[in-house]
């Protein structure tokens, strides 16, 4: 609540007045001003933020032009006009005004080249490449550059332009006033671009993937021009308001904000506001005035915007970039070529590095991610530390998965952003270790980080003859340990092994040939519990199960029985010499059997017969695999002595195994046939 002691002197009501936003991908110094008549031209003005609808009507009275009047939502509404000092003061009197400020500018100066035709590194450098051969196009995302406009007829970016909004128009100065020249764009639309940055920004997030020009991150992803910024870069913080609550209130996915400035302005602040509640991920240059510190510009400063600085090619910080606290992701923006009204140019700037961040975020909300996960505000409304730290959604994959190059968290944040690893749904490895003993464990650390990973990783080879498998604990978002476990009888030292592993986010996915995956935990002991899928399977999945926790010491092996299209019966089973174990978390994943791609990796899911025995059984791949990795679990249980898998010569087209027994009660290995389901997934590395 408002202290009702509180009023607003002279010098608050023109506080800021100096300010003006300058476009990220430019280096330049705003005009400044020093008072507010110089200050308050026509189309600048300056704005009353209200928290009631009849302040908002007293406000609008009081001045003498209404400009504009914004609704925020929950954050409050704004009137913008122009007023005289004695009616501001009257308003400062007000419980119900939050603040009254000026209406900044924004301005920049080109720094662009045009030069012949190049590749975009930038793209490539993110890996975003990799996703698009892949299938990921960010089909199905809707992003919004806010900007100077996009070239409403460029061959690169045609067939992916959306509908689009013109706060300024195309040829018509912030002011209302002719543009005294233009980059020569013919204005076919109110939201054409007459300045080049807009459609250099737009071509970055989504060129069209053709045989000419460039590409860019999401291929695509529809493009929205919402041109808050007129033919010289320039525009005024209530158009950049207006603009953001457009894009929310359009339900497009991203705002892609190339522009900043040095002095905050609460009216764009509550737009942002607005749109993050409302499931937009917001995007923002952090401003091109380096070398500097604690430099941010708003809004990429503000606790909902993503703010991005700028690499070069060496992986190094662009000495232009702006740098501070709020930093939370770096992305090239050096001499990155893009499209522009009639060609192709390179511009460097930090509002070149944005679009990079903002096609990468229009990849995940075209596959179904949240803006963010976790969004509260507290009684001052601003955004809650844990929601600002931990986010989830997007935002929190971006940040997750994000590559460490060097840069400390001022310059880079949580590091280089990465397309592939934020689509990454898992990833699959090879280890080869003996076991010294029964207290050695042994640590994988995975390659990006994970909200909830589930480890698959049996059977064993079978260079030793000791029957073993592999025991798990600490499954974490970025490692997980574990040991080669031999039974309790055993002495627990064990010859080099070799074993594959896979992980995967906890989630359902689907594959290119549409094979369901499922990915989850559930609770069990050594009592048969059934788990239910959360989606019903076309085809009885391969169950493969393994503990993910190691509450209990003696060794355990998990076996199943019974699996449907809608669930399947776990249980944990120790050696038949002891009987009885806690309670573990047991992790699993159901895929329905046949060829296919995920994320570009192959894979190859079966089951056999009910013929493997307690010798070994080839299985014969329907494929042939240049480096296999091969994992597995029993699927039935007919019979209940204990048992696991044991595999060897493993090769591009089968492998053998066999399911082993323990003899702690007895020497007898004699074990009924039981059906083996299976993944071969070919290579290491992200999936």
Known sequence: ?????????????????????????????????????????????????????????????????????????????????????????????????????????????????????????????????????????????DVGIIDTGIDSDHPDLQANLGTGQAYV????????????????????????????????????????????????????ATLHAVKALDCNGVGTFSDIASAVVYVADQGWEVANMSLGT?????????????????????????GNDGPCTNCVNYPAAYDEVIAVSATTRNDTLADFSSTGPEIELAAPGSDVRSTIPGGYASFSGTSMASPHVGGAAAHLMAVGFNNANNITYDSNDTLTPSSYENPGGARGQLRDTAENIGLSEAEGGYGLVDVEAALAIGESGTVSVSQPNRTTWFTVNLERSYDNPIVIMNPVSRNGGHPCHVRLRNVASQSFQFQIEEWAYLDGAHLEETVHYVVFEAGAYTSSAGNRLEVDTMATDHQFTRTSFFQNFTDTPVVLSQPQTYRGQDPIVTRQ???????????????????????????????????????????????????????????????????????????????????????????????RVLVEEEQSRDSETTHATEVVGYAVIETSGLI
Not at 170 to 196: F, I, K, R
Not at 572 to 597: D, K, M, N, W
């Open 262 to 286: 040095t002095f905050a302005s609460q009216a764009v602040h509550d737009a942002c506001k607005y749109a993050y509640r409302r499931n937009v991920v917001l995007v923002a240059a952090a």
């Open 1 to 141: 609540m408002k202290d009702t002691n509180a009023r607003f002197t002279r010098r608050q009501i023109i506080l800021g007045a100096t300010g003006g936003i300058a476009l990220g991908t430019y280096v330049s110094e705003a005009t400044a001003h020093g008072d507010s008549k110089e200050y308050a031209r026509p189309g600048e003005g300056m704005i009353v933020g209200t928290q009631s609808w009849s302040a908002v009507e007293r406000s609008k009275a009081q001045a003498d032009v209404v400009i504009d009047t914004h609704d925020f939502g929950e954050g409050g509404q704004a009137v913008v006009g122009e007023f005289s000092d004695s009616a501001l003061a009257a308003l400062s009197q007000r419980d119900d005004i939050r603040y009254i400020e000026p209406n900044g500018l924004v301005r920049a100066i080109d720094h662009g080249t045009r030069g012949t035709q190049t590749i975009p590194w930038g793209v490539d450098r993110i890996d975003a490449d990799e996703v698009q051969h892949d299938g990921f196009t960010g089909r199905g995302a």
């Open 561 to 655: 029985r019974d699996a449907s299209s809608n669930g399947v019966d776990i249980r944990l089973q120790e050696e038949e010499a002891r009987g009885g174990h806690l309670s573990e978390t047991v992790g699993y994943a159901a895929i329905e059997p046949g060829v296919f791609t995920i994320n570009g990796v192959q894979f190859e899911v079966g089951r056999t017969p009910d013929v493997v025995p307690d010798r070994w059984y080839r299985i014969d791949f329907q494929q042939t695999y240049n480096s296999p990795l091969f994992v597995a679990a029993i699927q039935t249980f007919d019979e209940s002595d204990t048992a696991g898998l044991r595999y060897r010569e493993l090769t591009g087209s089968s492998v």
């Open 169 to 220: 128009r195309c040829g018509v100065q912030y002011d209302g006033t002719p543009c005294a020249s233009t980059n020569g764009n013919a204005c076919l639309e109110p939201w054409d671009d007459d300045d080049d940055h807009g459609t250099h920004v737009a071509g970055t997030v989504a060129a069209v993937n053709n045989t000419e020009g460039v590409v860019g991150v999401a291929t695509s």
